[in-house]
Nanobody
C-alpha cells in the first residue's frame, strides 16, 4: 500500500533552518508529482510547495518563496523540503502529499505529518 513517512521536524529558533524528508513507498514514485502542505493551529491546511515527477517546475506559496526549497531524489524515493530563515508563523504540522494516477482522475495520499515549531 501507499506509504508516506515524514521526518525532520522539531524546535528551531527564528532565522534557523530545518530540512524535512518524506520517504515514499507502495507506488511508482518517479511518476508522481509531490508536494508539501502545512497546517497551523486553528488554520486550514495550505499548500507550501510542489514539484513535478522529474524534479522540475517547483512552485511555492508566496509566504515561503525565497526561503524554502523543494527537491526530490527519485533513486531514494524521497522528497525534501529545505527551510531557511524560519519565522514563528512557519510553525505548523507539515504533511507530505503524493499525486498518483491519471491527469483527470488523480488520487492524493498523505503522510501523518511532522511538527515544526519556530520559537525563541
Amino acid at each position: 500500500q501507499v506509504q508516506l513517512v515524514e521526518s525532520g521536524g522539531g524546535l528551531v529558533q527564528p532565522g534557523g533552518s530545518l530540512r524535512l524528508s518524506c520517504a515514499a513507498s507502495g507506488f511508482t514514485f518517479s511518476s508522481s508529482a509531490m508536494s508539501w502542505y502545512r497546517q497551523a493551529p486553528g488554520k486550514e491546511r495550505e499548500l507550501v510547495a510542489v514539484i513535478t515527477s522529474a524534479g522540475g517546475s517547483p512552485n511555492y506559496a508566496d509566504s515561503v518563496k525565497g526561503r524554502f526549497t523543494i527537491s526530490r531524489d527519485n533513486a531514494k524515493n524521497t522528497v525534501y523540503l529545505q527551510m531557511n530563515s524560519l519565522k514563528p508563523e512557519d510553525t505548523a504540522v507539515y504533511y507530505c502529499n503524493a499525486r498518483i494516477g491519471s491527469l483527470y482522475f488523480p488520487n492524493f495520499y498523505w503522510g501523518k505529518g511532522t511538527l515544526v515549531t519556530v520559537s525563541s
